[in-house]
Every structure is written in structure tokens, then in C-alpha cells.
């Protein structure tokens, strides 16, 4: 689905990427594991089209993402692709159910028929009593549920999630494993999850470990 060919990267002085070339297939979950500096979040970035490459290319089906203007870079990027960071990144002053339909009303879907699809998601999550609370007033799990549900509004193609665990206690980390796993068995979502977490490759089918700006290896589980 996505082919990522001899990308390289750098800030300033600093190379991040070396040469790195990765298959991600439709429906796998997928692990990216490796020290801190390794390049696994520029990996994600770039692979998520969120920052450029300085070298080599990122396909989906074939087509070069890199070589779309911006504003079909964007389309593609709010369609094809969800995202759930560390910290969830949900805006303060929505609510659970307003953070979640925001992608669909960016990509032009009616509000009723977006709002209507956040709600359902939310309860497919367990937060059917949270959609009307803010951030502030969701736990540190729930919000990251709310954060799933916006990054499955579009029904994307990948799911790129970047330590999604690592601000969760133990509780709420298994949680978290328990859904990504469940959405890849029922609804066939393909998932690239960076993570220092061991036991969230456990529910991964490949493990990808990097160190140094590079893959060493990549295991099938």
C-alpha cells in the first residue's frame, strides 16, 4: 500500500534518515522500535507525509506523494491517513465529539452525517457518556480514545500513531493494545505505531527495529 524508497534526512549538520526503504501493507499492524534518536517519529513523519524527505520517495499505490501540490498533498493526507499522537493533541475548547468530526467537516462532509459518525465511534470506544466533555474533563485513557476515534473519521487507509501508550498507566495502556488490536480484526485497519512499549508488539504482525537513522531488522511475528 505505502512504499517508502531510500528516504533520507537531515537537520542542519544532523542526518536523521539513512537511506531507509520500508513496505507498509493494507491491514498489518506494524511496530517501529528503537532507541531514542533512532528516527522513528521522522520515519512516521515522513511516511504520514507531515514533513518532506531531503532524498527518495514515498508511494501510495504507486503514485508519488511528494510530487502532488500541496493542496492535493493535503486532500490526500486528510483522507488516506489518521494520526494519534502521545499527548492526543485534542483541542481544549471542543468537545469529544467536536474534536472527532473536525476531519470529517474539513473534508467537506455534511455536519449532521460527521457529527452522527464521531458519536458512534465514541461508543464503539466506551465514551458514549463523554461526548459533550472537553479534554480537561477526560482521563488521560479516554482521551486517547477520542483521539482513535478522530484518526478513524475518514475511514483512512493507515493509521500512523507515535507512542500512543506512553503517557497511559499500565490500566489504560492494555486498553489502548486491546482496541488497535480489535480494529485490525474487524474492520481490516492497517496501523504504524512507533513505540518504546514492548508489550504493544506483542499485537503487532511485523516489528520494525531501527538505530542510528536505519532499519537492522524486520521481524514478522
Do not use: W
Request: proline share 4%; charged share 25%.
Amino acid at each position: 500500500m505505502i512504499e517508502i524508497r531510500n528516504v533520507s534526512k537531515s537537520y542542519g549538520p544532523l542526518t536523521v534518515l539513512h537511506d531507509v526503504s520500508l513496505t507498509i501493507p493494507e491491514g498489518e499492524i506494524m511496530a517501529i522500535v528503537g532507541p531514542s534518536g533512532a528516527g522513528k517519529t521522522t520515519l512516521l513523519q515522513i511516511a504520514g507525509t507531515l514533513d518532506r524527505p531531503d532524498s527518495g520517495t514515498v508511494l501510495c499505490d504507486g503514485t508519488d506523494l511528494f510530487r502532488l501540490k500541496d493542496k492535493k498533498l493535503s486532500s490526500f493526507r486528510n483522507l488516506n491517513i489518521g494520526f494519534v499522537f502521545q499527548f492526543h493533541q485534542l483541542l481544549p475548547e471542543f468537545s469529544a465529539l467536536e474534536n472527532v468530526a473536525m476531519p470529517a467537516l474539513i473534508a467537506g462532509r455534511k455536519r449532521k452525517e460527521a457529527f452522527a459518525e464521531a458519536g458512534q465511534l465514541l461508543s464503539d470506544l466506551g465514551l458514549a457518556d463523554r461526548l459533550t466533555h472537553k479534554p480537561a474533563q477526560m482521563s488521560g485513557g479516554e482521551k486517547q480514545r477520542a483521539a482513535i476515534a478522530r484518526a478513524l473519521i475518514n475511514h483512512p487507509r493507515v493509521v500512523f500513531a507515535d507512542e500512543p501508550t506512553g503517557s497511559l498507566d499500565s490500566r489504560n495502556r492494555e486498553e489502548i493494545q486491546n482496541i488497535i488490536s480489535r480494529l485490525r480484526e474487524e474492520k481490516g485497519q492497517t496501523f504504524v505505531i512507533v513505540t518504546h512499549d514492548r508489550d504493544m508488539t506483542a499485537i503487532a504482525d511485523r516489528t520494525v527495529e531501527m538505530a542510528d537513522g536505519k532499519i537492522v531488522t524486520s521481524l514478522d511475528i
